[in-house]
Each structure stands twice: as structure tokens, then as C-alpha cells.
């Protein structure tokens, strides 16, 4: 990406009639009588701090495993190595590595592990307690990771795949709770092996080899299949006309078949979820991508059953799109499923899916996820790779609903390709906690004041994240109000994004927010200034 400038702006104080009707309370000043303001806004520059050399342990607070499932976590932290990890009160059946801090094993009985996460190097050391849930639900916070479709579309290889892991180690962004390394739509070869499931084709000649290599560094590994007959990008899916699973490329014109329960893109009379479950499985994989239109109940219940069925965990993630009167059935069987269309890096595709996001709330929970669809920062293309056409602004925008809406955060960028802006977007640990939340509530819209947008999410430890986002063309200042916000007295606020105490107030603060931007707080009683 090009470097990005920084320049210095001059604010201009916005009409705020309406939006103070709405948050109700009478403006803080400061000694000159002024409005006091969060004055923070700088639309080019790389909000995050660097981490600390200390250890400083990230990523989630909880894990869920299924009884009998392989157990693979890695403590995400940031810090100079090397570094030595260790866990107090692992239960039996689980280890440690002290050298990579990866946690596996085999849990087999039901119920809950509150444990200790220690990290130490020449420097310091931190803790961390971490909550181990065995039972029946995955997935307790929105997974964090890479798919391949928006850089590389159909060209994917196991290559790219490969570099794209590497990379994820490389950056560090591995260090701060990024695990998934999904394959989209083309790695589909004839079905054969044991059990007449889909192999890879010729760019992916070794799924075992290439699964087991991820999962060495501390990774895991999704991949993508269909129920329908062939895939959106014409590859074998997971259903056929004969019992042998046989299958052809399509001939006919993808135009006008597409989506109309037509074949080939549609259920064929033969279904072989269960050994394709158990091909994943054997290879190793950790996450599915099952993609059709429109997503329904009876194939999304057969994959479920399929997975469970595998003896490995592996999340269920629906595309491409949920319908809306679908939603009650399947948000109880799928890991997330997606409310929406294709994303696109433009401003109008990513405020219209962003911001259209409340009527799913009541369906988002631990476990099951509301997901408007992969990230578009960095180095995106579909297949031929160039600079995201999101301004830096809209970029902060975009990652800072996501969190809020607690989406599972899927890249979609060349990962040899992350320069700092992009990094400084994605190893915020503040701003990621908010989507990692165990409470797993999304955020709703507090107010829709013209072109301000105030998003409210309450958090696990009973504070509240909040974010101002501005979808106008001119620079806005925002009145937010404790009232609003049903808080009563004094609470601190807290700049997510720059990591800095704002200060303690008594009824509200303003923030200067950018053309398209957003800024982010963590709001708690003054009593509690801790933030992790």
C-alpha cells in the first residue's frame, strides 16, 4: 500500500441539536466555557501501539471442545522471545508445550476448567485466568483468521494457502488470537480415497500434509464445500444424480441457472455429507464453509449431524445468504451463518451491510455468530491481488462495527502483503477483546441521527463498548451521553483504538469523529479503571 498521510485537521464543531435531544444532558466545558472534546481524530494514522516487550496474553477468555474432540489452542501473546508458557490447574488429558504455549490433548467428561495462562520471558511475565468449556457448543467467541476467496477467488493453491499461514506467524498477528487459515471454493478435485469423499485436486495434491504443517504452528485449517451439485465456481459439491458421487464440469451457462434450484447448481438425489465429514476429519481440517442460496434447514441439519459425527470439532459456518425467516431454525444448528450478500471494498457496500445488521442481534449468542461477511482490508483483488479501495477511515469504520457486532473476523487480504496501517488495524488486543467478549452480545445502533451512528455493546464485566461513527462527508462531533446509555455517575473513558484513558466523567463526553470514520470506548464506572 502506499504510505498514508497525517495530516493535521481542523475540527469543525457539528450541529448536535438532534443527536442531544436524543442523549440528554447539558454539555461539559472546559475553564474557557468551550465544550470539552475528545479531540482525537487523525484520519491517516496508525491508531495502535506497538506491544510492549513484557509478555502480555491475548485472544479469548474462553474455549470451548466437545468431549472426546482433539484439543488445539495456543496462547496468543505478544512479547519478546523466546517465552515460556505454562498453565495452572490443566486438567488431566491436556498438556502444555512451554516453548510454542500450545495446549492438547483430549478432554472426555463434561463441565467447566477455570485455569491459569502464564507467560514469562527475560523481561517480565503475565497472567491470565481462561475458561475451559466442555460440552456441546464450540465456537463460544466469533473465530478469528484468513480465507482465501477475496485475494485469490478460484486461482487459490495450496501455496498461496501455505504462505498465508507462514505470514499469520510472521506478522504476529498469530500473537494476538488469529487461528484460521480457510480454504474457499477450488480446491475440488474427483471424489475417491477411503470413503468416496471429495479429494483435492491438482493444486492441493497432500490436504493431510498441508493441514498437518498448519496445525504445527499453532494454526488450524477450515475448508469449503456445497450442498448442491457443483459449487459457485464450478467445482464437485457435496450432492449427485447416481449414488457414485460422479461428476462432471457444467457445460451450460452459469447465467440464469445460478441460484434457481436448477441443476447442476442445485440438491442432487444423492447426498454424501457424512463421508465428506469424514474426509475432513481425517485430514485434520477445523472449520467448514457451506455455501448456497438460499441456506435451509434439512442440509444444514445433515452437515451438522455429519460433523458431529466425525469425532473432531469443526464449525459450522453457512454462506451465502441466510434468509431471514430461516433464522430461528438454523441459528440453533450452524457455528454463524451470513445475513448478507457479498461484501466489496467500497464505502457503499460496506455501510450498507454494516450498518443493517439490528434485526439479527436477538440471534447472535456464544456459539452461534451473525456474520455480514469477510473482512476487505489490505491487499484485496479476487483474484488478482491490488490495495483495498477503503479509505484508511473507512477501514477503522469497518473493523470497528465488526468487533462491535462480534463477527467473526475472516481476512480476506494477501497476507505477504500486511504493511503497518493494516497491521495496526488488526493487532489491537483492546479493540479485538471487544469481539471476543465471552458474553457474546452484538451492538445495536443507539441512535441514527442524519449521518451519526452510535453503536452500544454491553460487555462481560458490565462496562460498555461504544462506538461513534460518522457516515457523512464532513467532519462531526458527537455529544455522547451517560443517560443514553442507562448510566448513572461518574465512569471513565477509554479510547480503545490509541489504548489511552480519555478521562472520568460525570454525564457525557464529545468526540470529533472523520468523514466515513469511527472512533471506539470502553465506558465503566469510575471506581474501575482497568482495562484488559
Known sequence: MKPFRDPTLAYRIATTASIALLLTLVPRTDAMGQPEIVDSVKRFEIRTPKPPPTPRINGPSVFGVRPGSPFLYRIPATGVRPMEFSVEGLPR???????????????????????????????????????????????????????????????????????????????????????????????????????NAIQGNEKFPDMKGLCDTIHAMGLKVGIYSTPWTTSYATYIGGSAENPEGTWATPTIPRRGNLNKKILPWAIGKYSFARVDAKQWATWGIDYLKYDWNPNEVPETSEMDKALRASSRDIILSLSNNTPYDNISELSKIANSWRTTGDIRDTWVSLSRIGFSQDRWAAYGTPGHWNDPDMLVVGYVGWGNPRPTLLTPDEQYTHITLWCL?????????????????????????????????????????????????????????????????????KDSTVIVRFSALSLLGAHSV????????????????????APHGAEMFRIRPQKTNEVR
Open 93 to 195: 488429558g491436556l498438556k502444555v508445550d512451554a516453548g510454542t504455549g500450545q495446549i492438547t490433548g483430549t478432554l472426555s467428561r463434561r463441565g467447566e476448567h477455570i485455569v491459569t495462562l502464564r507467560a514469562k520471558n527475560a523481561l517480565g511475565a503475565d497472567e491470565r485466568k481462561f475458561r475451559i468449556v466442555v460440552g456441546e457448543t464450540i465456537s463460544l467467541t466469533p473465530a478469528l483468521g484468513w480465507n482465501s476467496w477475496n485475494v485469490w477467488g478460484g486461482k487459490v493453491t495450496a501455496e498461496n494457502v501455505m504462505q498465508s499461514a507462514r505470514a499469520m506467524v510472521s506478522s504476529g498477528l498469530i500473537n494476538h488470537g488469529w487461528t484460521y487459515i480457510n480454504i474457499d471454493d477450488a480446491w475440488q478435485g474427483k471424489r475417491g480415497g477411503a470413503f
Open 405 to 473: 457486532l462480534s463477527s467473526p473476523l475472516l481476512l480476506g487480504c494477501d497476507m505477504e502483503k500486511l504493511d503497518e496501517f493494516t497491521l495496526g488495524l488488526l493487532t489491537n488486543e483492546e479493540v479485538l477483546a471487544v469481539d471476543q467478549d465471552p458474553l457474546g452480545k452484538q451492538a445495536t445502533s443507539l441512535s441514527a441521527d442524519g449521518s451519526i451512528r452510535v453503536y452500544v455493546k454491553p460487555m462481560v464485566d458490565g462496562s460498555k463498548a461504544v462506538g461513534v461513527f460518522n457516515l457523512g462527508s
Open 494 to 513: 477509554r479510547d480503545l483504538w490509541r489504548q489511552q484513558d480519555v478521562g472520568q466523567f460525570e454525564e457525557q463526553f464529545q468526540v470529533a469523529v
